[in-house]
Nanobody
Framework: QFKLVESGGGLAQPGGSLRLSCTASGIAKAYYAIGWFRQAPGKEREGISYISSSGERTKYADSVKGRFTISRDNAKNTVYLQLNSLKPEDTGVYYC??????????????????WGQGTQVTVSS
């Protein structure tokens, strides 16, 4: 079965950086568009970034635009999310999700078919 595994979360200070990874397995010689989402305690899950299967197209939510960068290395079956200039409000569980049909450009969670387990990001002094 297709699987996604996130890694790279942890504790960062405000203004600091983290690099998250999302590694996929289970689909031979095929690459899906990937979205990143996050969820803070008591808040709605928020779509924050998206990358097409080729890496040619990317999208960012206003809340992270200019601070986060999405990229992918298909040879490694991995999508990355670089988090820079972190703020306390960036704290939450970060999930990657696969979009089999390339319908999730607008970051609607219901358009994504597979989800990773999540990785915790905490931003505090």
């Amino acid at each position: 079965q297709f699987k996604l595994v996130e890694s790279g979360g942890g504790l960062a200070q405000p203004g600091g950086s983290l690099r998250l990874s999302c590694t996929a397995s289970g689909i031979a010689k095929a690459y899906y568009a990937i979205g990143w989402f996050r969820q803070a305690p008591g808040k709605e899950r928020e779509g924050i970034s998206y990358i097409s299967s080729s890496g040619e197209r990317t999208k960012y939510a206003d809340s992270v635009k200019g601070r986060f960068t999405i990229s992918r290395d298909n040879a490694k079956n991995t999508v990355y999310l670089q988090l820079n200039s972190l703020k306390p409000e960036d704290t939450g569980v970060y999930y990657c999700a696969a979009d089999r049909h390339a319908l999730g450009w607008n970051l609607q969670a219901g358009q994504f078919d597979y989800w990773g387990q999540g990785t915790q990001v905490t931003v505090s002094s």
